[in-house]
């Protein structure tokens, strides 16, 4: 009951606002500019559209999209225009007060194709003016696209007043385009119009000029012509450019993944087809600590993932350890039969977690330092991307010299290099093995952490991995980390640069062919170990 | 003494294996078809296609085996040759259906038919005749391991390299075919097979049929098996894989014996395929994951690694296994099994079942041998003593 009373009052406090915002247009032209809708004449429907989307009315808006979408209603009889309103409800167009209903007579002013046209075009115009610099930015771009000379004293004014700068450049590109279309324009004015898309510089405004057509001024038909050949060449180097920096974001995913690896195959030779799985845990354990973190800590999100590193690489280590001791070591000297126990025991490890966390995908989140993109020239850069290449040549640049310059990477390097004089010189090469394991397999775990921000958690993610970082070891050389380094960027950009020519999986496939053809030519690789040892 | 015993232990073991395929694969399709359903010892038409279906791996195991197990050549890429096999007798299956499609359209499968294709692609021509189909289930995939060998082993690409490249082939070949533009029917495969030289793949004769012949390719497989390597070529083979280095500076050519037996192998592969896919029914690029390679050569290892009867008894053992494991409650169990029999078979049981096993009756023969010539050097102690006492 109570409620009842407070709606009826809120709808009448609503009305009257609506009122009293309308008194000042009442007589005005503004009036009589709605009037118009009432000829159900095409030709003054349209002079209607322009005069509203320039009045800067507040139903300018209203009533435009509700012509938009067939829900402006007018009566002959009376010349009144309504408003029908998404829920059922009605305001008279002009006052913006709200009726108790739309008479039996009224019908919906009708639209045509150019009609319509000119009301997508003042609708963009309306929202020219919006105080979001951002939705401005949309509707210039929208303008410059559509280029409808009705919205062109909006686009000026807008213009005038706009002080974001690009925002600014957004609208005098539209300006530009809107020039540039205009019949009536004189040749400088499409000159400079052209020299202003030229400078934009994209594939939107390179469609545009194209569109321009023949039947323009020879001077102009020129310029656009130059124009158009510039920004071809212009788009096909940030296009190469484009390639090369996706390319450098696969490499440095390879580089991520293939890296571990590179110790486990590479410096010990142990083939370890369960290291995709070591990167799965790492991703999972990153799940974890975030699922922790929003249950607990919700502050400390953005820190996730520094948490979750650490973890990562000691979680994965230990299990790396763990396999050591308990299978591979008995397996030395036995290559192959190493490989089949490491796929059986990538097999336990996926079932395992599909048990735990099941088969789905887990939702990982990005922190907000990793979210959102940049422009660079014409391409967009990610943030996540760009964190994981950084990150991947940290990893490396660690990893290398904790392998030149602590202990450990010295026992690494000698037992690697003759384990039977490391022996005799005192360092228990079993330690050893299992330490170096357990490091391969840390680093794996760390890539967990970083793949995770890109792809899908789910039990198979090691999987998609595995051939990939086998490929990135053999084409880079075994035993040398800067083999890995060069193998895993020459294999991504290799890779991106195909794919635009041969598809994303001809492109995949080619890149096989070729190792497999490569490893023909260099059996050991890119930087193959040279002397007796290799042959053992 | 020794070496002749072991050849005729072998050889005994030998006879038996194929007797006893002969055996199943008189009896199980006649039981199938003679006796009245649901006779006790009435073999089920699903059960006659289940067990067809592990012959054809058997067949798969043999010709993992025989590079595996006597050249030491761990090819992880052998499903792609059982799958072209089968891609190719998939293709003379799709080609019998004719007009009987979906779309009826009397030349082109019914997928293609969905695709837009607007004429036969030119690698299908030859298909609708059933001798072709055959020669190319041997010849497609002994080709490629023809040419991938020759590159392979010319440049001595050798141990886990070559066992990662043969993995890369097949994985390649998995995206190749799953794609729909490549002509075979994209990620569904080739499916909705109708006949087989005029006969219906789905009835029980014909399935009885495929299975004897199954049995009988295993077989004469095992045969050429045996005869490989137990020639003077197998010898070779065997001191390649114990010592290639050694064996090339001795004056053999090594490439060629390993390319010999690869080529060879594909083919035992590909009839394998050819045989697998009308039984089954379908042909598509899951066939060429890089898994299924893998866990072929997991079958030879629980069954004995060079010892080919082995190779076929493992892959039956697994299949069995799985097959039982995964239509249980014990589903979700079935991958820590199969993982856990990789890692314990290649920790304690290096040779496998029938491999372990001929060691052991082989230390038994021997202790039998000692016992009793200490026995007869006793008797003969116990005769001369008397000797000495006088």
């Known amino acids: 009951m109570f409620r009842n009373v407070l709606d009826r009052l809120r709808a009448l406090a609503l009305a009257a606002v609506l009122i009293v915002f309308a008194l000042p247009a009442l007589a005005g032209p503004f009036e009589d500019a709605v009037g118009k809708f009432a000829t159900d004449d095409f030709s003054d429907t349209e002079d209607a559209v322009g005069e509203i989307a320039g009045s800067g009315n507040p139903l300018a808006f209203p009533i435009i999209s509700a012509l ?19 829920d059922g409800k009605a305001i008279d167009a002009a006052t913006g007060a709200s009726v108790d209903g739309i008479p039996d007579s009224a019908s919906v002013v009708r639209l045509n194709n150019r009609l319509r046209r000119s009301v997508e075009a003042a ?130 995913v390879l ?175 079993s330690r050893v093995d299992a330490l170096t394991f357990g490091l391969g397999s840390g680093i794996a775990g760390i890539a967990g952490v970083a793949l995770s921000q890109i792809d899908n958690v789910s039990p198979n993610l090691g999987q998609s991995y595995i051939i990939d970082s086998f490929m990135v070891v053999v084409f880079g050389g075994v035993g040398n980390l800067w083999g890995t380094l060069v193998g895993a960027f020459s294999l991504g950009i290799a890779n991106k640069f195909l794919e635009p020519v041969a598809g994303a999986v001809l492109g995949k496939i080619a890149i096989l062919v070729l190792i497999i053809l490569f490893i023909q030519k260099r059996p050991r690789g890119l930087f193959a170990l040279k002397g007796r040892a290799v042959e053992a | 003494m020794m070496e002749h015993l072991l050849t005729r232990s072998l050889d005994r073991a030998a006879t038996t294996f194929i007797l006893v395929v002969a055996g199943c694969g008189i009896l199980i399709p006649l039981s199938n078809l003679l006796l009245p359903a649901g006779s006790m010892f009435q073999v089920p038409t699903y059960l006659v296609a289940l067990w067809g279906k592990y012959v054809c791996y058997a067949i798969l195991a043999l010709s993992i085996d025989l590079i595996w197990g006597y050249c030491g050549i761990l090819s992880l890429g052998h499903g792609a040759f059982f799958a072209l096999g089968g891609y190719a007798m998939g293709m003379y299956l799709m080609r019998q259906i004719g007009s009987r499609g979906v779309y009826g359209n009397p030349i082109l499968p019914d997928f293609m038919v969905f695709l837009n294709y607007p004429k036969l692609p030119w690698y299908w021509h030859g298909f609708d005749m059933f001798w072709f189909a055959a020669l190319m289930v041997l010849l497609v995939p002994g080709l490629l391991a023809f040419c991938f060998g020759w590159l392979a082993f010319r440049s001595r690409v050798t141990g886990v390299y070559l066992s990662i490249i043969t993995q890369a082939m097949t994985y390649a070949l998995l995206l190749a075919f799953f794609r729909n533009d490549f002509g075979f029917g994209g990620n569904n495969g080739l499916t909705d097979f109708k006949d087989i030289l005029g006969f219906n793949v789905q009835a029980e004769g014909t399935r009885a049929a495929l299975f004897a012949l199954s049995c009988l390719t295993l077989i004469v497989a095992f045969v050429v098996c045996r005869a490989v390597v137990t020639s003077k070529l197998g010898k070779v083979l065997i001191a390649i894989r114990d010592a290639e280095s050694r064996t090339r500076f001795i004056g053999y050519r090594v490439e ?27 042909i598509n690029p899951s066939e060429f994951a890089p898994g299924n390679s893998i866990e072929a050569v997991i079958w030879v290892a629980v069954g004995g690694r060079g010892t080919l009867v082995g190779a076929a008894l493992g892959a039956i053992v697994v299949n069995y296994a799985k097959t039982f494991f995964t239509s249980g409650l014990l589903a979700p169990y079935w991958l820590f099994m199969l993982g856990a029999l990789f890692i314990l078979v290649t920790l304690l049981l290096p040779r496998g079942i029938v491999g372990t096993y001929n060691d052991w009756m082989q230390s038994f023969r021997a202790q039998r041998a000692t016992a009793a010539a200490e026995a007869s ?7 001369s003593e008397p000797k000495m006492a006088e």
Not at chain 1, 73 to 85: E, P, R
Not at chain 1, 156 to 172: C, F, I, P
Not at chain 2, 258 to 267: D, E, Q
Request: net charge positive.
């Open chain 1, 68 to 86: 938009q979408d067939e829900r402006l209603m007018f009566d002959a009889d009376s010349k009144k225009v309504y408003i029908k309103q998404r």
């Open chain 1, 123 to 252: 609708l963009g115009g309306l929202t020219l003016l919006s105080p979001d610099a951002a939705t401005r930015i949309t509707a210039a771009q929208s303008v410059f696209k559509s280029h409808e000379e009705a919205a062109l004293p909006t686009v000026e004014s807008a213009l005038a007043k706009e002080t974001n700068r690009t925002a600014k450049q957004a609208l005098s590109e539209a300006r530009a385009a809107i020039v540039l279309f205009k019949p009536d324009a004189s040749d400088n004015d499409k000159l400079e119009a052209i020299a202003t898309i030229r400078a934009r510089g994209d594939q939107e405004a390179m469609a545009l000029l194209t569109s321009v057509g023949t039947d323009q001024p020879p001077l102009v038909a020129r310029a656009a012509a130059a124009a158009i050949s510039s920004i071809q060449s212009n788009l096909a180097l940030w296009s190469m450019v484009q390639n090369a920096w996706y390319g450098l974001s696969l490499g440095s």
């Open chain 1, 255 to 429: 580089l991520l993944a293939a890296i571990g690896l590179a110790i486990t195959f590479g410096v010990m030779g142990v083939i370890n087809m369960a290291h995709g799985e070591m990167v799965m845990l790492g991703a999972y354990t990153t799940f974890v600590v975030q699922e922790v973190i929003r249950t607990r800590y919700p502050g400390l999100f953005d820190y996730s993932l520094l948490i979750a590193v650490p973890l990562a690489f000691l979680f994965a280590g230990a299990v790396g350890v763990l396999i050591e001791r308990s299978i591979i070591r008995f397996l030395y000297g036995r290559p192959l039969e190493t490989l089949l126990a490491t796929w059986g025991l990538s097999l336990v490890l996926q079932q395992a977690v599909r048990t735990v966390f099941g088969p789905t995908n887990r939702e990982v989140g990005n922190p907000s330092w990793m979210s959102g993109a940049f422009e660079l020239g014409q391409i967009t850069i990610t943030y996540n991307r760009l964190w994981i290449l950084c990150f991947t040549l940290a990893v490396f640049a660690i990893l290398l010299l904790m392998l030149r310059f602590t202990a450990l990477g010295l026992q690494m390097r000698a037992v690697t290099q003759n384990r039977r004089m490391a022996a005799s010189m005192g360092i228990a090469t």
């Open chain 2, 256 to 282: 060629s014996y390993k390319l010999f037996v690869f080529t060879l192998s594909a083919c035992m592969a590909g009839v394998a395929g050819a045989l697998y896919v009308p039984q089954v029914g379908i």
């Open chain 2, 377 to 383: 050097a006793a008797r003969e102690d116990g005769i």
